[in-house]
């Protein structure tokens, strides 16, 4: 078995904790666990002829990222960076954060994920931004914790980069 | 010294340089230097090179300072004292920059240091508590029954989880920086729901704390404690050691925790340095953690031993009364048993079944037994009998039977069936008696060997042995021959008898002896011997005592024995008759 702990970044609202939701199944009290002020999901999946547990992280409320803890990100083999293209302005908080992470984890995968694509039409995509992410070697997917859209896909093509 | 030497030197060649490049005046000192000096100068030149190039200088310092250190220190403390204030300094920013790795060095050392140490502080914490426990211990088991009753487990539970000093019931090992779950183990039945959950929300609550109260890292979480749960970690370099236990463990446990933190760190310190979610290759983890799921049953408290004075009341109270029950049960058996034996054993009365529990029997009675006793009796004590009838032959019913039939101046007896009957009676009675005997059941036989006759009876049975008597003789002989003497005997015998039965008032006996011979002979002849027979009879019968007035004798008329042979005519007879006093008194 092996298990991987992943972290769920991104600017409030964007969608992190519904991506988590639609992902997996809920155990623990939401009430619980905002007391501690995270919030783990666990989820089993099969890839490559392999067992792997996520451990996903979700800062519980609506933290100001960028005044993010970094213990909550210690020990990540995997981040999902949540855009919400309807507010242009997420782009850039996601900048700034990849921006912290990255000087202690040069080499952790991260995933960038476009949420809300369900309000497409309603997107404005920072195209600067977009481009600097991929340049750090961030994969973008599309993604709406809405529709399902893009959701399996988002953290198995993380999991299939912390395998590697 | 000589170090500084050089240094004033190099101050001299410092403004050298400076005072060569002033003009020409110092180019022609130069030269006249060098003339005067020679190749010294060339040389003096060199090393002041060497003194100011700071290269050079380092390699030169470097080949000596040690030596030169260790010299210097066998001198004087100098260095160490200018050096402590540094190396302490530089200790701490060093420490402060990195922790860890400060830690990470230290804690193979450090550990087996501050256990003992801390063994002995939670050992005297121990005895304290123990000591407060001891107190409270008579409210325990109230206490317990007040537990159970609250929460809702039933007593012997809380008794169980009470009586156990602790449980662990979960180990698990939990990598530590990223929340992940290494291995677990737990009792049969774990406590965790998820232990990877788990995990990683005791590692976000320790991150949770470090972060939100300002403590150092290695003043993270020690224990957590929910209800009668209580999470006890146990952190080293790179991984947390976590328990589940119920109950409060020993001071020995935390420091099996320290070792097996130890063992962990030791046995897999590149695996957990090197941690990337693969617990495969933690080979042997299992046994390593194992060690950790250990219960302790409490020792048994030492009390100091009152005399349970009510206990002993109680327990007197309890078996005296135990005793009265079983004592009036026991007498109440006792009397229906002999009840049921004596009722068995009662002649005419049998027992076929009896219910010892519900005090009923079935009883066999013969009409003549003697029941009412018993009838009376079993109403009396609540016994029922269902009674059914019966022809019982045993002695006592049958002479009971019998019984019916006696009358006045007789009397009898059963025995082994033979019935024996005693008194007087007619001969029509005995026959009567031969009847009965034959008519009842269990009757064998019938012995009238001690019943007497009555009077009347016995005169003429007396009379008719006197009729039957008779004396034979041989020829011409009038002698009593020995044979005839014994029948004489029995003659006087039977006379007394029947003199006996005369009533001395009213009657008398009148005896006749008479002699007869057989027809051989004259006729005088024939009277002659006939009335010698008759003489000697008297003789022997006077002779025996019978009173000679009361015999006649004379010469029996042959028309008497006319029945009897002639050779059996020689003989003589006794004739008795019974008259009454008065005609004797007359004709005396
Ligand atoms: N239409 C749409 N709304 C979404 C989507 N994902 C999240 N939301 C909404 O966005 C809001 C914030 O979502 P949340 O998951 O709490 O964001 P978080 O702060 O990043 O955890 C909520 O009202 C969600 O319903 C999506 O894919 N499509
Ligand atoms: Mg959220």
């Given amino acids: 078995m092996i298990r991987k702990k992943v972290c769920m970044l991104g600017a409030f609202s964007v969608g992190k904790t519904s991506l988590i939701s639609r992902y997996v199944k809920s155990l623990f009290s939401e009430k619980y666990l905002t007391t501690v002020g995270v919030k783990i999901e666990k989820k089993t999946l099969e890839l490559n002829g392999e067992t792997i547990q996520l451990m996903i992280w979700d800062l519980a409320g609506e933290d100001d990222f960028t005044q993010i803890n970094m213990s909550y990100l210690r020990g990540a083999a995997g981040y999902i960076l949540v855009v919400d293209p309807t507010r242009p302005a997420t782009f850039q908080v996601a900048r700034d954060v990849l921006d912290k992470v990255k000087e202690s984890n040069m080499a952790t995968p991260t995933v960038v994920a476009l949420n809300k694509a369900d309000l497409k039409d309603d997107w404005q995509v920072d195209e600067a931004c977009l481009a600097a992410l991929r340049e750090q070697g961030c994969e973008t997917i599309e993604t709406s914790a809405k529709s399902g859209e893009g959701v399996e896909a988002i953290f198995e093509r993380l999991t299939l980069n912390m395998m590697q | ?588």
């Fill in chain 2, 1 to 588: 010294m000589h170090i500084e030497q050089p240094a004033d030197s190099q101050s001299v060649s410092d403004g050298t340089p400076d005072a060569a490049s002033s003009g020409s005046a110092s180019q022609q000192l130069d030269l006249l230097r060098q003339l005067l000096c020679g190749e010294d100068y060339q040389q003096m030149v060199a090393l002041s090179q060497r003194l100011t190039d700071e290269q050079t200088r380092q390699e030169f310092f470097a080949a000596i300072i040690a030596e030169a250190i260790a010299i210097r220190n066998t001198q004087d403390d100098a260095i160490a004292q200018s050096l402590a204030p540094l190396i302490s300094d530089s200790m701490h920013t060093s420490i402060r920059n990195d922790p860890e790795s400060v830690s990470d060095a230290l804690y193979p050392v450090m550990g087996p240091a501050i256990r003992k140490s801390i063994t002995e502080t939670i050992q005297a914490l121990f005895d304290s508590f123990n000591k407060a426990l001891e107190d409270s211990l008579s409210m325990r088991s109230l206490g317990w029954r007040v537990d159970a009753w609250r929460t809702g487990k039933s007593y012997s539970e809380v008794v169980f989880l009470k009586t156990l000093n602790y449980r662990v019931e979960e180990v698990f090992l939990i990598h530590k920086e990223t929340g992940l779950l290494v291995h677990q183990v737990a009792q049969s039945l774990g406590v965790s729901k998820d232990a990877d959950m788990m995990s990683a929300m005791l590692t976000a609550i320790q991150d949770f704390i470090t972060d939100s109260f300002e403590v150092d890292d290695d003043e993270r979480l020690a224990s957590m404690k929910m209800g009668s749960l209580t999470i006890l970690l146990e952190p080293g370099p790179n991984a947390v050691l976590a328990v589940a236990v119920r109950g409060n463990v020993s001071s020995d446990y935390r420091s099996l925790l320290v070792k097996t933190q130890e063992t962990c760190h030791r046995r897999y310190a590149r695996q957990l340095h090197e941690f990337d979610g693969d617990t495969s290759s933690f080979r042997g983890i299992d046994d390593v953690l194992r060690v950790c799921l250990k219960e302790e049953l409490q020792k048994p408290v030492e009390k100091k031993r009152k005399i349970p004075v009510y206990g002993i009341l109680g327990l007197i109270a309890v078996l005296s009364g135990l005793g009265w029950f079983s004592y009036t049960q026991y007498l109440s058996d006792q009397a229906w048993r002999d009840f049921v034996e004596r009722l068995d054993s009662e002649p005419g009365l049998l027992v076929r079944s009896a219910n010892n529990y519900e005090r009923t029997l079935q009883a066999l009675r013969d009409p003549v037994a003697d029941s009412q006793s018993f009838i009376d009796e079993a109403s009396e004590k609540g016994y029922a009998i269902d009674w059914q009838a019966y022809v019982a032959v045993d002695d006592e019913i049958l002479s009971r039977r019998l019984m019916a039939h006696l009358t006045a101046d007789t009397d009898l007896e059963v025995n082994d069936g033979v019935l024996f009957l005693t008194g007087t009676m007619s001969l029509e009675q005995r026959a009567d008696w031969q009847r009965i005997a034959a008519a009842v059941p269990g009757v064998k036989g019938i012995d009238l060997g001690k019943v007497s006759i009555t009077e009347g009876e016995q005169r003429e049975r007396l009379l008719g042995q006197i009729a039957a008597f008779h004396i034979v003789y041989d020829v011409s002989e009038h002698v009593v021959a020995a044979s005839g003497e014994q029948a004489a005997m029995q003659l006087v015998d039977t006379l007394m008898q029947l003199v006996d039965s005369l009533n001395p008032e009213t009657e008398t006996l009148r005896l006749t002896v008479s002699g007869f011979s057989d027809s051989t002979g004259t006729e005088q002849l024939r009277r002659t011997i006939s009335q010698q027979r008759a003489d000697t009879l008297r003789d022997f019968l006077v002779q025996q005592g019978i009173p000679e007035r009361l015999i006649r004798t004379e010469v029996g008329d042959d028309e008497r024995i006319q029945d009897i042979p002639m050779e059996q005519r020689r003989r003589s007879i006794v004739t008795v008759e019974i008259k009454p006093v008065d005609k004797l008194r007359a004709l005396q």
